[in-house]
C-alpha cells in the first residue's frame, strides 16, 4: 500500500471514532489504492461496498485535510460517487 493510503487510514480512523457510520464505504485513490470503512474502522483494502468514492490523491487530501468539502467536489466533478448517494452524504457529514 502507498503512503498515502496508509496516511488516510489513520486520519480516517480518527474520524470515524466519534461517528456513527453504519455503512460500507470505499475510498478508491487513482494510482494509490483503495480504503474500506465500516462500523468497525478503516483499514486498506478493496472491497464491495454500499458507496464507492473515486478521486486522485490531490483531492483526496484535500478532504481529509478540511480543506475541500466532499459535496462540492463531487458538484466539480473532482469527485466521482457510485452506489448509495444517501451513504455517501453520510460519510460527507463523517469528514466534515
Known amino acids: 500500500m502507498s503512503d ?6 489513520v486520519i480516517l480512523n480518527e474520524k470515524l471514532s ?3 457510520f453504519d455503512g460500507t464505504a ?4 487513482t494510482g494509490e489504492g483503495s480504503i474500506m470503512m465500516d462500523s468497525s474502522g478503516a483499514r486498506a ?3 464491495p461496498a454500499d458507496v464507492t468514492l473515486s478521486a486522485d ?3 483526496f487530501q484535500s478532504i481529509l485535510d478540511g480543506d475541500t ?3 462540492a467536489a463531487f458538484m ?6 457510485d452506489g448509495d448517494m444517501g451513504m455517501a452524504m453520510k460519510l460527507a457529514s463523517v469528514l466534515a
Open 76 to 81: 466539480s466533478g473532482k469527485l466521482g460517487v
Open 45 to 47: 483494502g478493496d472491497e
Open 26 to 29: 470505499k475510498f478508491d485513490i
Open 69 to 71: 468539502n466532499p459535496t
Open 4 to 9: 498515502i493510503v496508509n496516511q488516510a487510514v
Open 18 to 20: 466519534t461517528a456513527d
Open 57 to 59: 490523491a490531490d483531492t
